[in-house]
């Protein structure tokens, strides 16, 4: 029933990078506009970054912008979001989703669908 698996997440200190990798075997990533959120510990869902269905228009929350990057890796049916310069604030566990309701916000959650299990991000300070 899962539909997105999501992988690399680690414990680490701030200041350092991680990559996350996001696949699927049931849909083809390259073919949908995918989003990566995230829960910290305590708080409600959040969105984090955004790719369209064609790979060519990027969002960011303000909170990781200029520090996180969004791509997609159609040969490999791979979403991936690197993170550089890690904070403490950005420890969390981190999900992949497409967007099944295109005509909604591309930051809502609700409008995303097919969600993996999640890959637990923790930052040190």
């Known amino acids: 029933q899962v539909q997105m698996v999501e992988s690399g997440g680690d414990s680490v200190q701030a200041g350092e990078s991680l990559r996350l990798s996001c696949t699927s075997s049931f849909l083809t990533l390259n073919r949908e506009a995918m989003g990566w959120f995230r829960q910290p510990p305590g708080k409600e869902r959040e969105w984090v970054a955004f790719?369209?269905?064609?790979?060519?228009?990027?969002y960011y929350t303000d909170a990781v912008k200029g520090r996180f990057t969004i791509s997609l890796e159609g040969a490999k049916n791979t979403l991936y979001l690197q993170m550089n310069d890690l904070l403490p604030d950005d420890t969390a566990m981190y999900y992949c989703?497409?967007?099944?309701?295109?005509?909604?916000?591309?930051?809502?959650?609700?409008?995303?669908?097919?969600w993996g299990p999640g890959t637990r991000v923790t930052v040190s300070p």
């Open positions: 790719i369209n269905a064609w790979g060519d228009e990027t």
């Open positions: 989703a497409s967007r099944v309701r295109h005509d909604g916000r591309f930051d809502d959650p609700i409008n995303f669908g097919h």
